[in-house]
């Protein structure tokens, strides 16, 4: 007679378990007389992550389709583009660190300059002053560190520089809606302030002045409020441009057309990686996505044959009888001895420590094993970390502190990364004194610029040696050899300023050794050797060597 199985089944585990099963075939004594029976008992035991928390996949975001028309055409599909780069800058570690060290890498020391004096010193100063404290009040270096960053993710980076003189947004309260959007928020109070705009409502669209030309959709306002009441909020957060353009728009004053063309007098508009004539740029993380994609299968697949070999399946074989397929225990003893042995696995794989149980003679317990491959070989993971790094432009070496790179390689590669920031930065420079000069300083015969340094954390020094062999050589600028210090001139002439009026270097005066004084100085000095004793002293005062005229070095 074919032999009943019978399953009994616990419930389903916690996501945070994984299933472990003990099976133990349990049959009849070979003496009784009922027919014989296997009983099969599976347990979830044991502890592991769910598969839940690595749900960090791309194709768990975007299908195969869509990543493939990104790669074939970026600037088409823009939108898929830039949330690919976010999402990948959200969950590869590679991408993160790259990509913040970059932005962090320039100084940003800066210099302040007149292009023309047509009207004295009196003007330029003044412009100057202009132009320092527009910059102080824009919070310039967080301005171009923001406009990298979004360049890095976006492949491009749309701000507004609004000058108002409105009084203070005084509301002292907040929705939800308005709290998660306070990236747009700006103080009305300023004389000057940068908004940006979101890049998924906002285009290229021309040049004009060889400067880029933007337009924004009025629909922003629709999509992203829901009542009138936080259209309205939002709305007073914008440059005066926009919200008169939506309130024509409103009244169907443009003919249905959404796409309203912002004055390039008061827009930037940066993009990387790309053409002119496009009208967006390119992430840096696109140009990684091959390895990026490759990585994450290889990872997933280490996952996987991971909780094959976490899910280790024990089995016990009961001690057969005298006729073949059958169990020397009785139905009870069975049952008592998977008890036992199956009580003893769940207590040690759940709580560690030692188990002890006794079993009959004959009993085998054993467990199946899932081979292991070369798959866990850290090479392999290693290689494609520095494949998706130098995707980027970056030496994997700098920024895991090891690897073949030796030093003058990771110079070499830093001072790449370093010609390519300061690159976008000169574009940003450039867009931040039109902006200026055209809204605040408002005179073309004075103009003032701002100059940043091209120095980084790694060629400061670098820099400044070169600008002091100006200095002493070359009747280099006391400005700029401040500045490639990292600190501010201006800062530096004030305190001088003060030092002189408080008369601080005639109080403090420097303690008088033979560093500081001559032998001529009243004070004293290194005293003359009447009595010497060194044989070239004797010869130079009998010759009265130091009086005699020395030969021209012209």
């Not at 790259?98 to 007149?114: E, N, Q, T």
């Not at 796409?259 to 990686?273: E, F, G, R, V």
């Not at 069975?334 to 004959?362: E, L, Y």
């Not at 000069?437 to 670098?462: A, G, W």
Request: one cysteine or more.
């Amino acid at each position: 007679m074919p032999e009943e199985q019978i399953k009994r089944k616990r419930g389903r585990p916690p996501k945070t378990q994984t299933l472990e099963t003990n099976s133990t075939q349990i049959s009849q004594s070979a003496n009784s007389t009922t027919p014989s029976k296997t009983y099969e008992y599976n347990s979830y035991v044991g502890r592991v992550l769910s598969t839940d928390i690595f749900g960090c996949h791309l194709y768990d975001e975007f299908t195969p389709e869509e990543i493939r028309a990104i790669v074939k055409d970026p600037i088409a599909n823009h939108d898929l583009t830039r949330r690919l780069a976010m999402f990948v800058y959200n969950s590869e570690g590679v991408v993160t660190n790259s990509i913040d060290y970059m932005v962090s890498l320039p100084c940003l020391d800066r210099v302040i300059y007149g292009k023309k004096r047509l009207f004295g010193k009196t003007k330029l100063n003044k412009n100057k002053d202009l132009m320092l404290s527009t910059l102080e009040n824009i919070n310039d270096k967080q301005f171009i560190r923001d406009a990298l960053f979004t360049d890095m993710n976006e492949g491009n980076c749309f701000y507004y520089f609004e000058v108002t003189k409105k009084p203070n947004d005084n509301t002292k309260a907040l929705s939800d809606y308005d709290v998660e959007n306070i990236v747009e928020l700006c103080d009305m109070g300023m004389n000057a302030s940068i908004i940006p705009l979101p890049y998924e409502y906002t285009k290229i669209v021309g040049r004009k002045n060889n400067r880029n030309v933007i337009a924004f959709n009025l629909r922003y306002f629709e999509e992203k409020c829901v009542t009138q009441e936080e259209r309205n909020r939002k709305l007073k957060k914008y440059p005066s441009e926009i919200r008169n353009g939506y309130l024509q728009w409103e009244k169907g004053n443009f003919a249905g057309n959404n796409w309203l063309i912002l004055d390039n007098k008061h827009t930037i508009a940066h993009k990387i990686k790309c053409k002119i004539s496009e009208p967006w740029g390119r992430p840096l993380a696109i140009a990684a996505i091959a390895d990026i994609l490759y990585q994450n299968e290889f990872v997933d697949t280490k996952r996987n044959v991971l909780k094959e070999l976490n899910n280790k399946i024990i089995f016990q074989t009961l001690p057969e009888g005298k006729d073949k397929g059958s169990c020397a225990l009785t139905k009870t003893q069975q049952q008592d001895q998977h008890n036992k042995v199956k009580q003893a696995v769940m207590t040690k794989n759940n709580r560690g420590g030692t188990s002890f149980f006794t079993v009959s003679a004959g009993t085998k317990i054993d467990t199946l094993d899932v081979d292991a491959t070369d798959i866990f070989d850290n090479k392999n993971e290693s290689d494609l970390t520095d494949k998706i790094a130098l995707d980027l432009g970056v030496a994997a070496s700098l920024l895991n502190g090891s690897g073949s790179g030796n030093y003058s390689s990771q110079q070499n590669n830093l001072e790449l990364i370093n010609a390519q920031i300061y690159t976008w930065i000169q574009e940003l420079q450039t867009e931040l004194n039109y902006v200026i000069n055209e809204n605040i300083i408002k005179d073309r015969r004075n103009r003032v610029e701002v100059y940043y340094l091209p120095t980084s954390l790694v060629n400061r020094q670098q820099f400044f040696d070169m600008m002091k062999n100006l200095y002493l050589q070359a009747s280099g600028s006391m400005t700029m050899l401040i500045a490639s210090t990292g600190i501010n001139p201006d800062i530096y002439f004030n305190i001088l300023d003060e030092e002189y009026d408080n008369k601080i270097f005639d109080k403090y005066v420097p303690h008088l050794t033979s560093n500081t004084i001559s032998k001529d100085d009243k004070a004293g000095g290194r005293p003359s050797e009447n009595h010497p004793t060194n044989e070239n002293t004797i010869k130079s005062q009998s010759n009265n060597g130091n009086h005699q005229p020395k030969p021209s070095t012209k």
